[in-house]
Structures are given as structure tokens and as C-alpha cells.
């Protein structure tokens, strides 16, 4: 599966992957999942929101067990950030039925879309439209870098953009769902142990940061004569490192827009993302609050307009603890050791369902700790033992 599934979307030049939403190398990525599914025997169907699903059981039946992650990448992402969650799904139900194992509940394997959210800048499309927590009226105003809107792209790739919108039935049916993940971070290699349990995710969100001054040549505007937001943008950078390193949380400009865009020009608009993340929502507050405030001292110092927009924002997500406890206890009666607990800076599927349904998550350790990178790394005996441990869950809860 994972030769079959690694050179799609994959690019020479950085050996990473651009598998962004409703693109060739995403459709690929679907057939690829759907075949999965159909030679397996399992009933496949795309939801109204282009998420695909595979079914053993009747869909119907309710109180499912559901397994899987997302396809999708960053731009020039990892192998396996959302695809090592897919793969292991469909390897945990190879393993379970190599056991004998006879299920009682209806197990579920999914490919939620738009996880990264590289296309549109928002992350988790897939999963937040079906739990209504983005309406199709904000979906659809969603545009991504060449203009392109959402409804436009889905209908491009053969799919209906009017029939998107929260899914409450599709939720009511599901009893568990449980996200094997990379881990994106290097706590399982510190401790020496290949697969851990999510504890929360921390709150974390987007801003964009709007600097706007004035367009001149390069060569003959006297630098006392500037009205230049590439200084104040550069400033505020710095400021976000020096106060997440105060608060003991992070932050990051990865992206930037600048208008005209020339090297001979000075910039009318450089406007900037701020991603930060915190151990919880006080700290986080802190340090947003502390970096707007600088960009604003520094955009008045150089005479420059600053606007600040919240695109979007995730709070703290603490999962099920009886779920959580109970994928402990199932992993420990298989391997007689305590399995890490510990919480992760990273948003996914899991979280934003778990408003809705009781969720969990696996991680698989990452000894490098890199992520969202051509360099994203976990070793197959590492991965093996992923599926092993999901394995063990699923059966646990789809088989009693």
C-alpha cells in the first residue's frame, strides 16, 4: 500500500508532496483509497462533503467504530502526516481479520478532506463541514491563491459543491473514532516508546497580519522618506519568536503576500500568517496580544497601516478521557507496559470531531521529530507497531 500510494502528488525538485485539495494528485489519492476499499469488500461512499468512507457492517446500524485520518498535504509536506493514519487503517482491518476477529459493531475506515487546508488556508474543511463548524455560506467564500473558489474546485473535480453542509446523521452513526497519527514531535523518541496516547490538543490559530504603506522605487525614495511594511512585517516576526519563547509556547510566520512584489520596489502591501499555539488558552492569548501590540508600535514608527484579522481559531481539546483510558488499558493488557500519554501542538480530524463524538488518538513515534517536511520520518518497525497497537484498539472496541 504504501509504494502504491508514495510517488502521488510527490515533486522532484524537493522530494515532498503537494497534494492539496480538489487537484489531480487529490483525485489520485481518492482512487487510490476507493480501490483500497473495493478490493477489501468494504462498502465505499463519498459523503456530502467529500469525505470518503469504507464500511464493514451496515452503515446504518449505528454505534460504529471508525478509524482513518487524511490524504491531503502542505506544500512540499511529509509522506506521513495524515496518510500513515490512512494506510494503517486499512492494514489494522487486514491484521484483525488475519486474527479471526468477529465484529459486533460497524467499523468504519475515512479520508477526511482538506485536512492541511494548503489550498484554501483554512484546515480541517472536510471534518468542520460535517460538524457545522463551518457553515456553506463560509465555504464558500473561501478562495485560494489564484482566485479559485471552493464550490469552483469541487465542482472542477466532479463533485457537487450544493450538497455541502453539517452532516449530523453521518455523525449520529458513529460510536467511537479513533486517528493513528505520526507524532510531530520527539516525546516517544525521548521516552524510547513506539506509539503513544493523545492527551489534548493545544488551542491554537491563524492571523493575518495586514501591512500596508506606500509603493515606491527602490533606487531613488530616500529611506527618511519611506513608508516601507516590509520593516514592520520583519520587526513583527522577531517580536512573535521573542515572545513565544517568554510564554513557553510557539509561534510562526510562514507565509507571506507582498505586493508589488518587485525587487526594484519598496512594497505597497506585506501581509503575513501568524500561526501560535500554546499549552492552554491564557498563554496563547498572551502571546497574540503581546505580538499584535508590536506590530502596532512598529507599523506607527514607520508609518504604516496594520490590520489584524483571526481566520481562524481552535481551543483547547481535551479527548474523551473514557476513551483515552480505556485505548490505555486495552494497550496495556496487550503488552503488560503503560503507554505515554502526552499533548500535541498539532490540530487534526480528531479534535474538530470531538464536539461531537467521542474521539482518541494513537501517535507513532517520529525520531527525528520533523514534520510537514520532505524530511518527516517514521521507521517501518515503528509503523508496524502503529497498526499492531490499532489493531488492538479496534478489536477491543469493535469486537466485544
Not at 500513515?84 to 488475519?98: C, H, I, T
Not at 475515512?110 to 484546515?123: K, Q, S
Not at 507524532?183 to 492571523?207: F, K, N, Y
Not at 478521557?321 to 480505556?326: F, G, Q, S, V
Amino acid at each position: 500500500m504504501w509504494a502504491d500510494l508514495s510517488p502521488i502528488g510527490r515533486t522532484a525538485e524537493t522530494g515532498g508532496y503537494r497534494r492539496h485539495a480538489w487537484t489531480g494528485a487529490d483525485a489520485d489519492c481518492r482512487t487510490w483509497f476507493q480501490e483500497q476499499a473495493e478490493s477489501r469488500g468494504l462498502t465505499y461512499e463519498t459523503d456530502r462533503n467529500g469525505n470518503q468512507w469504507a464500511w464493514l457492517g451496515d452503515p446504518a446500524a449505528g454505534d460504529a467504530v471508525v478509524t482513518g485520518s487524511h490524504l491531503d498535504s502542505v506544500p512540499d509536506g511529509g509522506a506521513f502526516d495524515g496518510p500513515l493514519g490512512v494506510v494503517s487503517a486499512f492494514a489494522a482491518l487486514d491484521e484483525l481479520r488475519a486474527r479471526g476477529a468477529e465484529f459486533t459493531r460497524p467499523l468504519a475506515l475515512t479520508n477526511f478532506g482538506d485536512e492541511e487546508g494548503a489550498r484554501f488556508g483554512l484546515a480541517c474543511v472536510g471534518s468542520r463541514l460535517t460538524a457545522g463548524q463551518l457553515t456553506k455560506e463560509q465555504a464558500y467564500e473561501l478562495r485560494d491563491g489564484d482566485g479559485v473558489r471552493l464550490p469552483e474546485a469541487m465542482e472542477a473535480a466532479g463533485y457537487d459543491p450544493a450538497r455541502i453542509g453539517p452532516d449530523p446523521e453521518r455523525l449520529a452513526r458513529i460510536g467511537a473514532f479513533v486517528e493513528l497519527h505520526v507524532e510531530q514531535g520527539r516525546a516517544l523518541d525521548l521516552s524510547g516508546d513506539e506509539v503513544g496516547i493523545a492527551s489534548a490538543i493545544w488551542p491554537h490559530g491563524r492571523w493575518r497580519f495586514d501591512f500596508r504603506g506606500e509603493a515606491n522605487h527602490a533606487g531613488t525614495t530616500r529611506l527618511v522618506d519611506r513608508r516601507d511594511p516590509m520593516l514592520s512585517y520583519a520587526e513583527t516576526v522577531l517580536a512573535a519568536r521573542r515572545e513565544a519563547e517568554l510564554a513557553g509556547a510557539v509561534a510562526t510566520f510562514g507565509k507571506i503576500s507582498v505586493e508589488p512584489n518587485g525587487v526594484n520596489a519598496i512594497p505597497s502591501l506585506v501581509r503575513g500568517w501568524l500561526d501560535s499555539r500554546a499549552a492552554d488558552q491564557e498563554t496563547l492569548d498572551t502571546v497574540v496580544t503581546a505580538v499584535e501590540k508590536a506590530a502596532r508600535e512598529y507599523a506607527d514608527r514607520h508609518g504604516v497601516d496594520l490590520a489584524v484579522v483571526r481566520e481562524s481559531f481552535t481551543p483547547v481539546i481535551e479527548f474523551e478521557h473514557a476513551l483515552r483510558d480505556e485505548l490505555g488499558a486495552l494497550l496495556r493488557g496487550r503488552t503488560g507496559r503503560e503507554v505515554p500519554v502526552l499533548g500535541t501542538g498539532a490540530g487534526h480530524d480528531a479534535g474538530i470531531l470531538s464536539a461531537s463524538v467521542p474521539t482518541a488518538m494513537l501517535f507513532v513515534r517520529n525520531p527525528t521529530g520533523v514534520s510537514h517536511s520532505p524530511a518527516e520520518y517514521a521507521a517501518e518497525d515503528d509503523c508496524v507497531a502503529g497498526v499492531r497497537a490499532l489493531a488492538d484498539v479496534l478489536e477491543g472496541l469493535a469486537c466485544r
